[in-house]
């Protein structure tokens, strides 16, 4: 049996926290506290899909927004 976060024929969802950081989540598991639902219950593939073409920048937020301040003081 393969492990939930890894099952190819599971379904999962895609989560997103506080910091704009995506994770692939099996829906067997339930949705963590502080984590809100960024795709709905797919297959592993679909979910992937979806991360992919939303993530595109792995910063945290926070992060992001303090190199955009230093840019903006740098000019």
């Not at 492990?3 to 829906?27: A, I, R």
């Not at 984590?35 to 709905?40: I, K, L, S």
Request: hydrophobic share 40%.
């Amino acid at each position: 049996m393969a492990h939930p976060f890894e099952d190819e024929e599971g379904v999962h969802l895609v989560l997103v926290d506080s910091e704009e950081q995506y994770s692939l989540w099996p829906v067997s598991r339930g949705v963590p506290t502080g984590w809100p639902v960024a795709h709905h219950a797919d297959t592993r593939t679909d979910c992937l899909a979806h991360v992919a073409a939303h993530w595109s920048d792995l910063r945290p937020a926070s992060l992001r927004e303090l190199t955009d301040d230093v840019r903006e003081v740098a000019r």
